[in-house]
C-alpha cells in the first residue's frame, strides 16, 4: 500500500514524500483521492506495517502479532484500498 500512496502523490506531483508512515502518505492523497473511510484500520495496519519494519519487543502490535483474522482484515483492507487508488487513478 505504501507504493500505491506514493504512486499517487507522484502522479500529482506532490513532491518527494520519505515515510514509510501509511496514515502521513494518506493525508497528502486524500484531499485528491478520499477513498478510506475507515481511519482506525488505517491506524492499526499502519502499527503493523512500521513495527514490521522495524520490530520492537513485543511482537508487531502492542498485544503481540496479529492473528490470523486480524492479518487477513488488515490484508482485505489493504487491497481495497490499492483496488480504489488504482480505479481513482484509472478514471
Known amino acids: 500500500m505504501e507504493k500505491a500512496l506514493k504512486a ?7 513532491g ?11 493525508e497528502l492523497v486524500r484531499p485528491h483521492y478520499p477513498v478510506i473511510g475507515d481511519m482506525d ?4 495496519l499502519d502499527a503493523v506495517y512500521i ?3 522495524y520490530p520492537g519487543d ?9 492473528t490470523s483474522d486480524e ?3 488488515l490484508l482485505g483492507f489493504a487491497n481495497d484500498v490499492f483496488q480504489r487508488l488504482h ?5
Open 51 to 53: 513495527e514490521a519494519r
Open 58 to 66: 513485543m511482537g508487531l502490535l502492542s498485544t503481540g502479532k496479529p
Open 41 to 44: 484500520t488505517l491506524d492499526r
Open 8 to 14: 499517487v502523490i507522484e502522479e500529482l506531483d506532490l
Open 16 to 26: 518527494f514524500v520519505r515515510t514509510h508512515s501509511l496514515t502521513r502518505l494518506y
Open 71 to 73: 492479518a487477513a482484515d
Open 87 to 91: 480505479t481513482g487513478l484509472q478514471g
